[in-house]
């Protein structure tokens, strides 16, 4: 447990996305999802172009191409909100397989569905090569205020903790005679949450003392730091794939 | 558990848009850090990461609204207004949102502005309202405190909903015309009933932590100078 094991998203491998720095995929990743969202909808290649390059990066990743499908469904609901688009949309009419739509709406819901996606895939790329550790010290290296990266830390630490915590007390109601079925153990969840939150809370607090007394500071250690900081190269390497990007959106935006 | 988004995503909101809103959340995450660094102790820095931790799990509930085709969910925000304060709390509340943004997929990246100002900084801010304006009005019993964490996460998760409104009027890549107040209508009841769920969650967790370990909620700590004596009195027998 805590946050120097994996994640569930993360996909144990060694290929040459694994071993770029963390903040120089955050960097790339976040780039990539600008570029994505500042394309105009009309240029529909443009898009096809960003699904080419995720892909090339998965190859690279191995990540394979199911794995990203099944997690993409993460994005179901906005996938249905694009669909009552074309519906409720205003303006101009077009006649589609005999149901009056609107124009506008089509385009939206086409372009939630696009940038949602490939922001969605972007980021699955990221969290399969990335562990949440090397998460935090590529936030770190990027200048993330120290506050929010030790928040961060103690959260993705303590997830593991209220997780545990809920379990043990789940085990402890049905040896006491509860039966909890789907919607029925809500009572039973509801009724104890407080409870939950304060054992997890007391938990925590040795964890944090005991780090504290072994010389915290509010920082992790170098020893976490692994591999040391980028390189000029490695950012450059990294660097492909935005810029790539960039110059697709920039294309786009100047033919329409 | 499988999470679903309910984050604004990528391509909702139009690019120039979304840019003020990130400048907007930057500048408000920036006054909380500064803030936020004079109430973060040694009691508070491990609150901060469960409150964060708590907030995550929660905000994987997940509400499907399946009029409009939009989901709601628990946001927590009161929650963290209650027990870490304002500034700490807004900043666990954004970091919820750029974990989840970063390595879940789960509300794009570009449109974390938007996610933020809604959750972390509307909600924040309206539930810590009400909860300093509640707790100087109500009386300081358990009861008191209950209704004070109902009412300000039912009212947060309410406004932060229709934050999403005001942003979508502003920049919708979609016009939907005479079909937004719908969307709106749509919007403010159904964070109508979260809010009541959120609220009965924040009400429980914070009666139960403030009636074992007072010394815990942020929102009481703030009140000791006017009122010392009366405080403990929510502490009950313990």
Known sequence: MGAGHAHVLYRESDSPVHRLPPEVKIAAMVAFTVAVVATPREAIWAFGAYALLVA????????????????????????????ALPFLGAGERVDLLGLSLSADGLYGAWNIIAKGTLGVWASLLLAATTTTRDLIVGLDRLRCPQILTQIATFMLR?????????????????????DPRFLWQLRGFAAGVGALFLRAFERGERV???????????????????????????????ATVPVLAGTVAATAAVLT | METLAMHISNGIINGPVAAIFAVIALAAMAFCVMRGRQDLDDRLAPMAGLVA?????????????FTAGVSGHLLGGALAAMLVGPW????????????????????????????????AVIGIAAAYLLIALLLRVLPRTTTGLAVTAFVAALVSVVVAALGFVVQYQLGGTTDLGGNLAGLAGTMAVSHLFIGIGEGLITATTVVTVAKVRPDLVYALRALKPAAPASVPAVGGVR
């Open chain 1, 56 to 83: 090339a990066v998965a190859a690279l990743a191995r990540v394979n191409a199911r794995w990203l499908l099944v997690r993409s469904t993460i994005e179901l609901p906005f996938v249905l909100f694009a669909f």
């Open chain 1, 158 to 178: 303590y997830l593991d903790v209220l997780v545990g915590e809920a379990r043990r007390m789940r085990v402890a109601r049905i040896s006491r005679g509860d």
């Open chain 1, 208 to 238: 944090y003392l005991a780090m504290l007394s072994r010389g915290y500071t509010g920082r992790m250690p170098a020893v976490w730091q692994g591999g040391g900081a980028a390189t000029t190269g490695q950012w450059l390497v990294a």
């Open chain 2, 53 to 65: 931790a708590f907030i995550f799990a929660v905000q994987m509930l997940n509400f499907p609204i």
């Open chain 2, 88 to 119: 700490v709390g807004a900043l666990c509340v954004a970091v919820v949102l750029v974990v989840q943004a970063l390595v879940f997929g789960d509300g794009g990246v570009a449109m974390l502005g938007l996610n933020i100002t809604n959750m």
